[in-house]
């Protein structure tokens, strides 16, 4: 059952030592207000699963500035550069993982398949330690199913049953990612009664839902 709740309620479940998904697209469909409360939170030892780490400065880039993260699943990392010093540095563990994969990874998860076979990687470092088969004569590794214990995500508007709508490219990993935790905490710019979206607009189905956190307005500080 979909609850509503507070954004200190929501990130209490965001625990040292778990494994986190992040919706988002260097920003782009990132729960900001979630991710800035789990940074100030000071969790710390967070494998992270995300397709970046944000632009320094943003909300997202808080995990790893704030040393919220020890291990990092990604796709790129070249938008934040603490993320690459950390790196080098040898201070956190990263995983680079080629986009289309990644996204199949945590697809599998949830639909609880035992791996994807891909062609991405054969004849590079990406195959070092992974299972290859041949089919139709063409190679392919395995890839492993991909999941978490919790998903921070961004929606543009849900109902109270948690059924969920997205604004045009901010979509991007959400709706995978939604399918492959345990348990899923949904930022939201609006809540509207059940029945107020269209059927044939529902992105992600409530049933993956778990709480619904309403953005709340930034305060302005007065200016002269």
């Known amino acids: 059952m979909v609850q509503v709740v507070s954004l200190e309620e929501a990130i209490s479940k965001v625990q040292n030592g778990m494994t986190i998904m992040v919706g988002g697209f260097i920003g782009c469909?990132?729960?900001?207000q979630l991710l800035d409360a789990v940074s100030q939170k000071g969790i710390k030892e967070l494998t992270l699963i995300a397709n970046d780490t944000g632009i320094l400065g943003d909300a997202m880039s808080q995990l790893i500035v704030k040393r919220c993260v020890s291990k990092l699943i990604a796709t790129h990392i070249g938008t934040n550069k603490e993320t690459g010093r950390q790196m080098t540095e040898g201070e956190l563990e990263v995983k680079l993982?080629?986009?289309?994969?990644?996204?199949?990874?945590?697809r599998a998860a949830g639909a609880g398949l035992g791996g994807i076979l891909t062609p991405t990687g054969i004849g590079t470092i990406v195959e070092e330690g992974k299972q290859k088969f041949v089919a139709n004569?063409?190679?392919?590794l395995l890839e492993l199913p991909l999941g978490a214990n919790v998903a921070l995500l961004k929606a543009y508007k849900?109902?109270?049953?948690?059924n969920l709508v997205y604004h045009r490219a901010a979509r991007n990993f959400n709706p995978i990612m939604a399918m492959a935790v345990d348990f899923v905490i949904a930022q939201v710019d609006q809540i509207v009664e059940v029945g107020?979206?269209?059927?044939?607009?529902?992105?992600t189905p409530g049933i993956f839902i778990d709480y619904l956190v309403q953005k709340q307005p930034r305060e302005v500080s007065d200016v002269g």
Do not use: F, N, R, S
Request: net charge negative.
């Open 158 to 162: 849900a109902d109270k049953a948690g």
């Open 137 to 140: 004569g063409t190679e392919y």
């Open 29 to 32: 469909g990132a729960p900001d």
């Open 196 to 203: 107020e979206i269209d059927p044939d607009e529902v992105m």
């Open 97 to 106: 993982v080629p986009q289309g994969t990644l996204v199949e990874q945590i």
